[in-house]
């Protein structure tokens, strides 16, 4: 019975290690992922994490383009790394490093349609769950709006090394109490 109790402890224990916050961000509030929005003072001041999700809103006269630094100081779409068009896009920050993104439309990025945001977090987390965004109703234009935390899942880096240590010291205890 001890064993059992034991085991259950270490369960939880690791994976109360392993979650996290993960923040949904609306790019641009209220105003969304439009030509008249600022950008640059939506992202300034925020804290972007590995796990974090972007929410992109947008009229069918817009798009989503994942570019390089090279592409985004040029507007340049022709090589991106991912073009979305549906209004409603959702990416998740699985990885730490600057993300760059921009209108698919030229004219509106080089009218300042374009985010650039810095990702910080663990880069050695291999696995990242995002929940789903949903649509916010809020209706101010409050630039550090942001749906309220939701709990994700991150499993790698350190974390897997204190679960794998635990992993084998339960065995030992099972190995030496027969």
Not at 61 to 77: A, D, I, L
Not at 115 to 137: C, F, M, Y
Request: with cysteine.
């Amino acid at each position: 019975m001890a064993k059992l109790i034991l085991l259950c402890f270490l369960a939880v224990f690791c994976f109360s290690l392993t979650i996290s916050d993960a923040t949904t961000y609306i790019v641009g509030d209220t105003s969304g992922w439009d030509i008249s929005t600022d950008l640059d003072s939506w992202a300034s001041g925020k804290r972007f994490d590995v796990g974090d999700v972007l929410l992109f809103q947008y009229s069918s006269y817009h798009s989503v383009n994942e570019v390089t630094k090279q592409s985004f100081e040029s507007c340049n779409t022709t090589d991106a790394l991912g073009t979305f068009s549906n209004g409603n896009t959702t990416i998740t920050l699985s990885n730490a490093g600057d993300r760059y993104f921009v209108c698919g439309n030229q004219l509106h990025c080089l009218g300042g349609m374009k985010l650039q945001v810095n990702v910080e977090g663990d880069q050695t987390s291999s696995t990242v769950v995002a929940p789903q965004a949903q649509p916010s109703s809020k209706s101010n234009n409050n630039p550090s709006t942001v749906i309220p935390t939701s709990r994700g899942c991150t499993i790698g880096g350190t974390e897997s090394l204190v679960i794998a240590f635990l992993c084998l010291t339960v065995k030992k205890l099972f190995l030496y109490q027969k």
